[in-house]
């Protein structure tokens, strides 16, 4: 059976790997500019040996966890109640907070007597560091040393990794004296054992507080160890509830809530952070190694799925995704894939990403009314840009521009998208509106003009006919050849979501019934997540029943809820068509943040139009 996950985190530390059924955490991460990318600290995952877990000995024997029942406080914050293995009598709660604004996390651990007769017992915390892993999309071993040893800082163990000089540092701190405390370094690893002996009465609990610094050295680790346990675990957590409970949304539906509410967090945590060693602000697909392109940019990913939902929650959190793009990311934009440094990763140029800038700031300046941003030098000089690059990837003769990959990143059949060309017919019109207070309406209005200019070309040249209707092709080569078919990350049918034509035009409600036919390989009707894939995974896409919702389909929507298992409730590339459970993509952090914006212009504010 595959493991099941409760990730959580806050901008700076990333908790991936919470194991459901122990309450183990398998590794913890950060996000380096230096590497380009994030830095795991893993245990012994060959022999599934956790980096932390729970450590309970009773009678001269170690129990383990059972039967754990989780819930995230405000819908983030994993708590779990559970009973230890052969003893009815003892109850156990663990809750693992990774406090907003602070470099660590906190591990809450209670035991609770609930027999007639008292109890003694070692409750604490155990692990193996047994692995220091550089991941960008692919994890490789880094090279260094291991180093376990005690400090006045904190009174206890540092953990640092070198490499000539300390390359990041992690250290626990106790608000309880701990008179367990072993710690062994060898063989490239470090084991240890942080504990406190009980002896419990009848009715009687105790709780134990491990707070796990990160940093670049050892005071770095220790004093943000020390800080958090300096304010407290009750403070930390009346905090980060509160900055979630700003932020969460209540529809009345509690399921609906739920759901709404971890995709959208996940998407705050696990699609941005801040980098350990130079404190930057940046934008990734997903900060989980589960995902199978993690710790890159894209500017479709983070501005066209991600964005929306974080905009609709924080404004000032989107403005500082927006300076980080226009800043950082903007030297290569529409460029296939970028390392968080702005950077090329992966090369091939992808016209639906080059109009992504362009579609974050617009929605940007009508949620805020800060119209004024556009003048900024950095705005102003990012919208030059992609007007200059879109300016060569325009046909010769005819008003349609061509890109080289297509939304999922894979190859081209022809250059001529029609979703993207749409996407190109919407930023102009948008950068025709923001613009026009300053550069006037002789700009506008030649902006606006090449818009229509594409608009007519693609219906005069992307459209097809197949089974006697008219219908939009996926894509043309201007030149006789078009296909019918569709992809979800760049899907036809959301043209009436960007304003192209009205959701009843006639060309547009044939491609939808073309592609959601039976006949239609990848539109899987008639199955319980009866939604669009593609090529690229062949099966039902979430992004597709987020482009459902965006479409107005929300009884289509309820009705699939149930099966909606996904990657533990929390959004992926694709799901089983039958049982609704992951296929591919796990902890796809961007995807969780676009289903939690289809579902808010669903559920909670109506909006299915930009």
Same mark, same amino acid.
């Given at each position: 059976?595959?493991?099941?996950?409760?990730?959580?985190?806050?901008?700076?530390?990333?908790?991936?790997?919470?194991?459901?059924?122990?309450?183990?955490?398998?590794?913890?991460?950060?996000?380096?500019?230096?590497?380009?990318?994030?830095?795991?600290?893993?245990?012994?995952?060959?022999?599934?040996?956790?980096?932390?877990?729970?450590?309970?000995?009773?009678?001269?024997?170690?129990?383990?966890?059972?039967?754990?029942?989780?819930?995230?406080?405000?819908?983030?914050?994993?708590?779990?109640?559970?009973?230890?293995?052969?003893?009815?009598?003892?109850?156990?709660?663990?809750?693992?907070?990774?406090?907003?604004?602070?470099?660590?996390?906190?591990?809450?651990?209670?035991?609770?007597?609930?027999?007639?007769?008292?109890?003694?017992?070692?409750?604490?915390? %155990?692990?193996?560091?047994?692995?220091?892993?550089?991941?960008?999309?692919?994890?490789?071993?880094?090279?260094?040393?291991?180093?376990?040893?005690?400090?006045?800082?904190?009174?206890?163990?540092?953990?640092?990794?070198?490499?000539?000089?300390?390359?990041?540092?992690?250290?626990?701190?106790?608000?309880?004296?701990?008179?367990?405390?072993?710690?062994?370094?060898?063989?490239?690893?470090?084991?240890?054992?942080?504990?406190?002996?009980?002896?419990?009465?009848?009715?009687?609990?105790?709780?134990?507080?491990?707070?796990?610094?990160?940093?670049?050295?050892?005071?770095?680790?220790?004093?943000?160890?020390?800080?958090?346990?300096?304010?407290?675990?009750?403070?930390?957590?009346?905090?980060?509830?509160?900055?979630?409970?700003?932020?969460?949304?209540?529809?009345?539906?509690?399921?609906?809530?739920?759901?709404?509410?971890?995709?959208?967090?996940?998407?705050?945590?696990?699609?941005?952070?801040?980098?350990?060693?130079?404190?930057?602000?940046?934008?990734?697909?997903?900060?989980?190694?589960?995902?199978?392109?993690?710790?890159?940019?894209?500017?479709?990913?983070?501005?066209?799925?991600?964005?929306?939902?974080?905009?609709?929650?924080?404004?000032?959190?989107?403005?500082?995704?927006?300076?980080?793009?226009?800043?950082?990311?903007?030297?290569?934009?529409?460029?296939?894939?970028?390392?968080?440094?702005?950077?090329?990763?992966?090369?091939?140029?992808?016209?639906?990403?080059?109009?992504?800038?362009?579609?974050?700031?617009?929605?940007?300046?009508?949620?805020?009314?800060?119209?004024?941003?556009?003048?900024?030098?950095?705005?102003?000089?990012?919208?030059?840009?992609?007007?200059?690059?879109?300016?060569?990837?325009?046909?010769?003769?005819?008003?349609?521009?061509?890109?080289?990959?297509?939304?999922?990143?894979?190859?081209?059949?022809?250059?001529?998208?029609?979703?993207?060309?749409?996407?190109?017919?919407?930023?102009?019109?948008?950068?025709?509106?923001?613009?026009?207070?300053?550069?006037?309406?002789?700009?506008?209005?030649?902006?606006?003009?090449?818009?229509?200019?594409?608009?007519?070309?693609?219906?005069?040249?992307?459209?097809?006919?197949?089974?006697?209707?008219?219908?939009?092709?996926?894509?043309?080569?201007? %030149?006789?050849?078009?296909?019918?078919?569709?992809?979800?990350?760049?899907?036809?049918?959301?043209?009436?979501?960007?304003?192209?034509?009205?959701?009843?035009?006639?060309?547009?409600?044939?491609?939808?019934?073309?592609?959601?036919?039976?006949?239609?390989?990848?539109?899987?009707?008639?199955?319980?997540?009866?939604?669009?894939?593609?090529?690229?995974?062949?099966?039902?896409?979430?992004?597709?029943?987020?482009?459902?919702?965006?479409?107005?389909?929300?009884?289509?929507?309820?009705?699939?809820?149930?099966?909606?298992?996904?990657?533990?409730?929390?959004?992926?590339?694709?799901?089983?068509?039958?049982?609704?459970?992951?296929?591919?993509?796990?902890?796809?952090?961007?995807?969780?943040?676009?289903?939690?914006?289809?579902?808010?212009?669903?559920?909670?504010?109506?909006?299915?139009? %930009?």
């Amino acid at each position: 059976m595959m493991k099941r996950y409760v990730p959580t985190g806050n901008e700076q530390i990333a908790l991936p790997l919470i194991e459901e059924g122990s309450g183990a955490i398998e590794s913890i991460n950060f996000l380096h500019m230096g590497y380009k990318g994030i830095v795991e600290i893993t245990g012994d995952l060959a022999k599934d040996l956790p980096l932390f877990e729970p450590y309970i000995e009773a009678g001269g024997r170690k129990l383990q966890l059972r039967n754990l029942r989780w819930r995230r406080l405000n819908d983030w914050v994993p708590a779990f109640e559970a009973q230890a293995e052969g003893s009815a009598d003892l109850a156990f709660e663990g809750t693992l907070l990774a406090p907003v604004g602070e470099r660590g996390f906190v591990y809450r651990l209670q035991a609770a007597n609930n027999g007639k007769a008292a109890v003694s017992l070692a409750l604490g915390m %155990q692990g193996v560091w047994a692995g220091t892993l550089h991941t960008i999309n692919e994890s490789k071993p880094m090279q260094g040393t291991k180093h376990a040893y005690e400090s006045g800082w904190n009174h206890s163990y540092v953990f640092d990794f070198r490499h000539t000089v300390s390359v990041f540092s992690f250290a626990p701190i106790f608000a309880e004296t701990m008179d367990i405390a072993e710690v062994q370094a060898g063989d490239d690893r470090v084991s240890y054992r942080f504990g406190q002996r009980l002896e419990l009465q009848p009715g009687e609990s105790k709780e134990l507080h491990f707070y796990w610094g990160l940093g670049f050295e050892e005071v770095g680790s220790t004093t943000s160890a020390k800080e958090m346990m300096r304010k407290g675990y009750d403070a930390l957590l009346g905090d980060t509830l509160r900055w979630l409970e700003a932020r969460r949304k209540t529809s009345g539906d509690a399921k609906l809530d739920e759901l709404f509410n971890t995709n959208l967090f996940f998407n705050f945590f696990y699609a941005s952070g801040l980098t350990m060693d130079t404190e930057q602000f940046v934008l990734v697909t997903s900060r989980s190694p589960r995902y199978y392109v993690s710790a890159a940019y894209w500017d479709r990913d983070s501005l066209l799925w991600s964005f929306p939902s974080i905009l609709i929650a924080d404004p000032k959190y989107a403005r500082n995704m927006l300076e980080y793009v226009f800043d950082i990311q903007m030297k290569n934009v529409g460029i296939h894939s970028r390392y968080i440094d702005g950077t090329v990763l992966e090369p091939g140029f992808e016209l639906d990403e080059l109009c992504a800038p362009i579609i974050a700031l617009y929605q940007y300046v009508k949620r805020t009314g800060e119209r004024e941003i556009v003048e900024e030098p950095l705005f102003a000089k990012g919208i030059r840009k992609i007007l200059d690059v879109l300016a060569t990837k325009k046909h010769p003769e005819i008003a349609l521009y061509e890109t080289f990959l297509q939304p999922t990143d894979d190859m081209i059949v022809y250059p001529y998208l029609t979703y993207n060309n749409v996407l190109v017919v919407t930023i102009l019109r948008y950068i025709a509106e923001l613009l026009e207070p300053s550069r006037g309406a002789a700009f506008s209005g030649e902006l606006r003009d090449t818009a229509e200019q594409t608009k007519r070309a693609i219906y005069e040249h992307c459209v097809c006919e197949a089974d006697g209707k008219k219908m939009f092709a996926w894509s043309v080569d201007l %030149q006789g050849g078009w296909n019918i078919y569709d992809e979800p990350p760049g899907s036809l049918t959301l043209l009436p979501f960007y304003g192209f034509c009205a959701w009843d035009d006639e060309i547009y409600s044939n491609t939808v019934e073309q592609i959601r036919r039976p006949e239609y390989k990848y539109s899987f009707a008639g199955c319980n997540i009866a939604d669009i894939g593609c090529e690229h995974a062949p099966h039902p896409w979430v992004l597709s029943i987020a482009n459902s919702l965006l479409s107005g389909r929300k009884d289509h929507f309820l009705r699939l809820l149930p099966h909606l298992k996904m990657d533990n409730g929390i959004a992926c590339e694709s799901v089983d068509e039958h049982t609704g459970e992951c296929v591919t993509g796990e902890a796809f952090a961007t995807c969780a943040g676009f289903l939690a914006y289809a579902m808010y212009c669903a559920f909670y504010e109506g909006e299915t139009k %930009q």
